[in-house]
T-cell receptor
Framework: EAGVTQFPSHSVIEKGQTVTLRCDPI?????LYWYRRVMGKEIKFLLHFVKESKQDESGMPNNRFLAERTGGTYSTLKVQPAELEDSGVYFC???????????FGPGTRLTVL | AQSVTQLGSHVSVSEGALVLLRCNYSSSVPPYLFWYVQYPNQGLQLLLKYTSAATLVKGINGFEAEFKKSETSFHLTKPSAHMSDAAEYFCAVSDQPGGYNKLIFGAGTRLAVHP
């Protein structure tokens, strides 16, 4: 069974540009989470989808971040325009429901110059 | 609100020595607690979890952790370190009791194992 996949693995962009990160959860998992780790600090929650609906987006830093999950399958996280402080590793995780463990992808390392 | 503190951002042990990675949490309700490991260039992998059953939890790769409510701790141990244990370890607590939901992570502890 394929795990959670994320694309790209690395992205280097200039400040002010736009970047879109993609996450493909494990097939059949209704729950999808985005997390971010900035420069060796703790991994922080960004948002949580249940199918295509945003269950909790309390961790989204500001309105430059837009997450979507059309059709309840894969999800994208767009940062527009990117700022220096957006650099970090963005993790995606999926779970069958709220009562089962989250499986994490390898992350996307974003560098904003 | 829940929070997690991992004492020691870097821990170094000799191969064959005891591994002890410390985690303290704060929670107003009985928590679910987790330890994840991240090997280089890989995603986070669940090592073990506490979900209000047995207080001593055994996980993969010989790791175990003990939930101590009186100390609000959930320290991770392994009797004998292997070189392959070198990785970064994260302690996490579930945001809501009785479920997994969003996770609150500690800052991580990088474990180095030397010959």
């Amino acid at each position: 069974e394929a795990g959670v996949t994320q694309f790209p693995s690395h992205s280097v962009i200039e400040k002010g540009q736009t970047v879109t990160l993609r996450c493909d959860p494990i097939s059949g998992h209704d729950n999808l989470y985005w997390y971010r780790r900035v420069m060796g600090k703790e991994i922080k929650f960004l948002l949580h989808f249940v199918k295509e609906s945003k269950q909790d987006e309390s961790g989204m830093p500001n309105n430059r971040f837009l997450a979507e999950r059309t059709g309840g399958t894969y999800s994208t996280l767009k940062v527009q325009p990117a700022e220096l402080e957006d650099s970090g590793v963005y993790f995606c995780a999926s779970s069958q429901d709220n009562y089962n463990e989250q499986f994490f992808g390898p992350g996307t390392r974003l560098t904003v110059l | 609100a829940q929070s997690v503190t991992q004492l020691g951002s870097h821990v170094s042990v000799s191969e064959g020595a005891l591994v002890l990675l410390r985690c303290n949490y704060s929670s107003s309700v009985p928590p679910y607690l987790f330890w994840y490991v991240q090997y280089p260039n890989q995603g986070l992998q669940l090592l073990l979890k506490y979900t209000s059953a047995a207080t001593l939890v055994k996980g993969i790769n010989g790791f175990e952790a003990e939930f101590k409510k009186s100390e609000t701790s959930f320290h991770l141990t392994k009797p004998s370190a292997h070189m392959s244990d070198a990785a970064e370890y994260f302690c996490a607590v579930s945001d809501q009791p009785g479920g997994y939901n969003k996770l609150i992570f500690g800052a991580g502890t990088r474990l180095a194992v030397h010959p």
